[in-house]
């Protein structure tokens, strides 16, 4: 039997991330996101929400980029610590021992330890309600080469160990469980000996 709860926001998990933003070194902030994902495939396109009442709010706002880092376990305890601290009050990179690194395309910072860093344009600006959508063109995206795998020259999701959030809590993503179109793939029938 299912429950009937309030309305809410229960779809998880989703990512947990880093987003740079800032055009000089002096500017520069993190803080974390869970309300991001992908709107467009062609042209590329992805979303951030964010409270206007974040620091780095009246950033993106004014310089209209800014950019999405993946996170891994060993980013966790600075996606945590990202989220809840201002940049006002805190020069986060410094705090957490993170690198700024100059992205392509914007101007905003990329972070080196991220494995995968999303350059993003603003495009649009939706208000919502508690959170403004900034939706944007994607740019460039920079991957960290250590977790390109050199057979297949595609991502590695395992070695990269990156992490969701749920409910308040982080997780690593799990094992492999399938492929696209796996479910509908022709099994090959083992052909008869003569």
Known sequence: MKQ???PGTMIYPLPAVLVS???KEEEYNL???AWTGTVCTNPPMCYISVRPERHSYEIIRRTGEFVINLTTSRLARAT???GVRSGRDYNKFRKMGLTPIP????AAPVVEESPVSIECRVRQIVPLGSHDMFIADVVNVLVDEEYIDPESGKF???????????HGEYFRLGDVIGHFGWS???KHKPSKRK
């Open 4 to 6: 009937s709860w309030k």
């Open 103 to 106: 992205a392509t395309q914007v």
């Open 80 to 82: 945590d610590w990202c």
């Open 21 to 23: 933003v800032g055009v």
């Open 184 to 186: 509908v793939r022709k």
């Open 31 to 33: 803080f974390t996101v």
């Open 156 to 166: 590695d999701l395992q070695r990269a160990d990156l992490i969701a959030y749920s």
